[in-house]
């Protein structure tokens, strides 16, 4: 089993601050990595996915990728309360889609 | 275009009992998969079809579970007989096709069946 590791959290974070999630991985020959957010009882949809070193933003939120580092983070601008969820963070050495356990996000109103 | 489909949602069954989930992927999804989610944990990748060959099922306890995509379509997960750890949801995912170099096709996800073990 590849290793991708998250802060288990629980994070939170008030109405409108940015919550930052990171995620670091063990194989270098990753490609493809992606966020996805998992209400509870839900199943996991994905937010976003990135493959270039650098940032990627789309809407409020960001991917930020540092395959040097072995690492990657999201950032959600202006949190909101919807935002409350677990993200989990997918790495894809090969189409194989390998998932942290997830960071539980809580943002207070 | 309609989603991954799984079917039952929930199923309680005593342990040493056995029990089968049902997938239907996206039309035209080559890559189908299987995982298992335990509470609190990220989701476990117990198999991985392309079309109706598997790829990787390495982590698939083979003396008690089972998996099939005969027509390269639908595919059935079955665990005989049950133990109280097999208590998780089961996620079943799709994508368009693991063997073209295409970094973004990420995996949709079906609801999931809720399976409880007493």
């Known amino acids: 089993q590849k290793e991708v590791e998250q802060n288990s959290g629980p994070l939170s974070v008030p109405e409108g601050a940015i919550a930052s999630l990171n995620c670091t991985y063990s194989?270098?020959?990753?490609?493809?990595f992606f966020w996805y957010r998992q209400y509870s009882g839900k199943s996991p949809e994905l937010i976003m996915f990135?493959?270039?070193?650098g940032d990627k933003e789309d809407g409020r939120f960001t991917a930020q990728l540092n395959k040097a580092s072995q690492y990657v983070s999201l950032l959600i601008r202006d949190s909101q309360p919807s935002d409350s969820a677990t993200y989990l963070c997918?790495?894809?050495?090969?189409?194989?889609?390998?998932f942290g356990t997830g960071t539980s996000l809580t943002v207070i109103p | 275009e309609a989603g991954v489909a799984q079917s039952p949602r929930y199923k309680i069954i005593e342990k040493r009992q056995s029990v089968a989930f049902w997938c239907n992927p996206i039309?035209?999804?080559?890559?189908l998969y299987w995982y298992q989610q335990i509470l609190g944990q990220g989701p476990k990748l117990l198999i991985q079809?392309?079309?109706?060959?598997?790829?990787?099922d390495s982590q698939l306890p083979k003396d008690r579970f089972s998996a099939e995509r005969l027509k390269g379509v639908d595919s059935t997960l079955k665990i005989q007989p049950a133990k109280l750890e097999d208590s998780a949801v089961y996620l079943c995912?799709?994508?368009?096709?693991?063997?073209?170099?295409?970094?973004?096709?990420?995996?949709?996800f079906g609801n999931g069946t809720r399976l409880t073990v007493t």
């Open positions: 995912a799709s994508s368009l096709d693991y063997t073209r170099v295409v970094y973004n096709s990420p995996l949709h």
């Open positions: 194989d270098r020959g990753s490609q493809s």
């Open positions: 990135i493959y270039s070193n």
């Open positions: 997918a790495v894809d050495p090969g189409n194989q889609f390998y």
């Open positions: 039309s035209g999804h080559a890559t």
């Open positions: 079809f392309q079309n109706n060959g598997v790829v990787d």
